[in-house]
């Protein structure tokens, strides 16, 4: 019964939380079956050189050929968001989808952590506001569709920017 009613307060005490990652789950994979269904498999890369870049450097990883494109070792990409993409491509899932679901999971993580900052640094209704604007803002929405570093390296700096005002501030 204490587990139940403990876990009733903490939902109470972050609902508007709570509520900003579904909506923001909601967008961001309605903007995925969205341009899934417009692009197909292309999805990911969009015309975009970047990601078709980061996509090859993880299949070169997971097939065991080190951090190289074709056989040639490649140093101008820093190797974080390759490792990442790497332990997707390494696991039995759809590959296209995965990336997706966690990088959308990883934006709207983000726009969670938005709010808290707002919240720490300035009141409740800013950090809502600034959440809701970071859930909106367009190009969040698309590039978490996109095999680019932008929404990993995103939530890696909100992240720290969270935990910096939390333990700092």
């Not at 999971?105 to 707002?118: D, H, Q």
Request: proline share 3%.
């Amino acid at each position: 019964l204490d587990d139940i009613i403990s876990c009733q307060s903490w939902s109470r005490r972050h609902r508007a939380a709570l509520i900003l990652l579904a909506v923001s789950m909601c967008l961001h994979l309605a903007a995925s079956i969205f341009l899934y269904a417009k692009f197909g498999e292309r999805v990911l890369v969009f015309e975009n050189a970047d990601a078709g870049g980061y996509i090859s450097l993880a299949k070169s990883i997971v097939n065991g050929e080190g951090f190289s494109r074709g056989g040639v070792l490649a140093a101008v990409r820093t190797p974080a968001y390759p490792l990442f993409l790497a332990l997707i491509y390494a696991l039995p899932v759809p590959k296209v989808w995965a990336i997706l679901i966690l990088q959308n999971i990883l934006a709207s993580a983000a726009a969670v952590l938005v709010f808290k900052i707002g919240e720490i640094l300035f009141s409740r209704r800013v950090g809502l506001i600034a959440g809701v604007l970071y859930v909106m803002e367009p190009y969040m929405l698309m590039t978490a569709n996109l095999a680019t570093t932008e929404i990993f390296f995103n939530f890696v700096i909100v992240a720290f920017g969270y935990f910096f005002a939390r333990w700092y501030v």
